[in-house]
């Protein structure tokens, strides 16, 4: 069979890693018809948005998509495009495993998370408000007088929206990953002695599903400042942990360092019978068009995708080939050597050939 998937290539080091993610994919022998979709900055010349309809059709269409990291320009006036992708197709759970790779430099070993974030709410909804606008004046008086609280006039506001069924949902989602994957624990993280109508409402509701699960998968909680520490000082007491939005985008940058860095974090984004991978980190501008970061993370994400798919054996072989050029250190990028200005580092590309040869 033959499989038809959107790769949105992405922009900087996008279609570099996106390209080498691609290849490996083809190598294993699945069969994939890639239909290519645009997004992102470069384009808006040509289509007047970052985020053509054509490519959420694309994507709504095949339902997998694969894809490279996305610019967000700061300060300018679009938002980002990888959010606009989640919210347009709800795609309301971010999975990211972060996992030991032997080989890897890295302070820790054994390190075995897997964080779930809620990828729709919080303060990454995206309502904002302005400093000195008008809505935002009237916002600022509407505040004091209904919440009885000050704020200072040259504010800027944020609306951080938690919902019950949100919450419900990817904490439901949590929970079936956990039993899918053979997981023991879920760890619910978040504020909720500070902000208790939304963080507070998040554990209220994951207490509620949790207990569907009783007896099959253990269930605690943690606040987030205390879980930062816990991960740092004792990460193997974690399996599954599951965050708000914006807790949950923080603490898997964490993760990925727990495991020697950005360059080797896969992740992928799913909603109802929608999926999109890619990898946590972003389309690091400086390193643009030069064939030179880490392919890793991205095919990674490809071997999440794999499994998504079914292709459990694919998508091992191409884990187990990633695991063993690693554990080589020989063809791998500048950042997996223990100097940053190490010359025996290869390329994106090469390392990409060398986990192809190793399949
Ligand atoms: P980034 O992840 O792009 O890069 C931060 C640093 O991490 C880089 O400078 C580099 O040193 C390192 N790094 C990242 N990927 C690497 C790789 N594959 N190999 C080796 N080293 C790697 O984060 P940033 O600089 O904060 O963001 C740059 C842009 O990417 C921003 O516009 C941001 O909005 C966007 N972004 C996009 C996504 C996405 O597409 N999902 C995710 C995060 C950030």
Same mark, same amino acid.
């Given at each position: 069979?033959?499989? /038809? &998937?959107?790769?949105?290539? *992405?922009?900087?080091i996008? #279609?570099?890693?996106?390209?080498?993610?691609? $290849?490996? @994919?083809?190598?294993?022998?699945?069969?994939?018809?890639?239909?290519?979709?645009?997004?992102?900055?470069?384009i808006?010349?040509?289509?007047?948005?970052?985020?053509?309809?054509?490519?959420?059709?694309?994507?709504?269409?095949?339902?997998?998509?694969?894809?490279?990291?996305?610019?967000?320009?700061?300060?300018?006036?679009?938002?980002?495009?990888?959010?606009?992708?989640?919210?347009?197709?709800?795609?309301?759970?971010?999975?990211?495993?972060?996992?030991?790779?032997?080989g890897?430099?890295?302070?820790?070993?054994?390190?075995?998370?897997?964080?779930?974030?809620?990828?729709?709410?919080?303060?990454?909804?995206?309502?904002?408000?302005?400093?000195?606008?008008?809505?935002?004046?009237?916002?600022?008086?509407?505040?004091?007088?209904?919440?009885?609280? /000050? &704020?200072?006039?040259?504010? *800027?506001?944020?609306?951080? #929206?938690?919902?019950?069924?949100?919450?419900? $949902?990817? @904490?439901?989602?949590?929970?079936?990953?956990?039993?899918?994957?053979?997981?023991?624990?879920?760890?619910?993280?978040?504020?909720?002695?500070?902000?208790?109508?939304?963080?507070?409402?998040?554990?209220?509701?994951a207490?509620?599903?949790?207990q569907?699960?009783?007896?099959?998968?253990?269930?605690?909680?943690?606040?987030?400042?205390?879980?930062?520490?816990?991960?740092?000082?004792?990460?193997?007491?974690?399996?599954?942990?599951c965050?708000?939005?914006?807790?949950?985008?923080?603490?898997?940058?964490?993760?990925?360092?727990?495991?020697?860095?950005?360059?080797?974090?896969?992740?992928a984004?799913?909603?109802?019978?929608?999926?999109?991978?890619?990898?946590?980190?972003?389309?690091a501008?400086?390193?643009?068009?030069?064939?030179?970061?880490?392919?890793?993370?991205?095919?990674?994400?490809?071997?999440?995708?794999?499994?998504?798919?079914?292709?459990?054996?694919?998508?091992?072989?191409?884990?187990?080939?990633?695991?063993?050029?690693?554990?080589?250190?020989?063809?791998?990028?500048?950042?997996?050597?223990?100097?940053?200005?190490?010359p025996?580092?290869?390329?994106?590309?090469?390392?990409?050939?060398?986990?192809?040869?190793?399949?």
């Open positions: 069979m033959t499989y /038809k &998937i959107t790769l949105i290539p *992405g922009d900087g996008g #279609p570099e890693v996106s390209g080498a993610a691609r $290849r490996c @994919v083809d190598a294993t022998g699945v069969k994939v018809d890639w239909e290519i979709a645009e997004a992102g900055a470069d808006i010349p040509k289509y007047g948005t970052p985020l053509p309809d054509s490519t959420l059709a694309s994507i709504r269409k095949n339902k997998v998509a694969l894809k490279g990291p996305l610019t967000t320009p700061i300060g300018t006036g679009f938002r980002s495009v990888n959010v606009a992708i989640r919210k347009e197709l709800d795609l309301y759970a971010c999975l990211r495993p972060t996992k030991s790779y032997k890897v430099r890295s302070k820790y070993e054994n390190i075995d998370l897997v964080v779930v974030r809620e990828n729709t709410e919080d303060l990454y909804a995206g309502i904002e408000f302005e400093i000195d606008k008008p809505e935002t004046k009237e916002l600022i008086a509407d505040i004091e007088r209904l919440g009885k609280k /000050k &704020i200072r006039p040259d504010s *800027g506001i944020s609306i951080k #929206p938690i919902s019950r069924t949100g919450s419900k $949902r990817i @904490v439901k989602f949590a929970f079936e990953y956990a039993i899918k994957h053979n997981r023991k624990k879920v760890t619910a993280v978040s504020k909720a002695n500070i902000m208790k109508f939304t963080d507070g409402l998040f554990f209220d509701a207490r509620e599903v949790a569907e699960y009783a007896g099959q998968i253990e269930y605690e909680e943690r606040l987030i400042d205390n879980m930062c520490m816990q991960l740092v000082q004792k990460p193997e007491l974690y399996d599954v942990i965050l708000p939005n914006l807790y949950g985008d923080i603490l898997s940058d964490l993760c990925a360092g727990l495991i020697g860095g950005l360059g080797i974090a896969p992740g984004n799913f909603g109802e019978g929608l999926a999109v991978f890619e990898a946590i980190h972003g389309s501008p400086k390193y643009t068009g030069q064939n030179k970061v880490n392919p890793t993370a991205m095919i990674l994400s490809a071997v999440l995708m794999l499994d998504y798919l079914g292709e459990k054996d694919a998508a091992k072989k191409l884990e187990k080939a990633v695991a063993k050029v690693i554990a080589d250190g020989k063809f791998v990028t500048y950042d997996m050597k223990p100097s940053r200005d190490d025996s580092a290869v390329s994106t590309s090469a390392m990409a050939d060398a986990i192809i040869a190793a399949l």
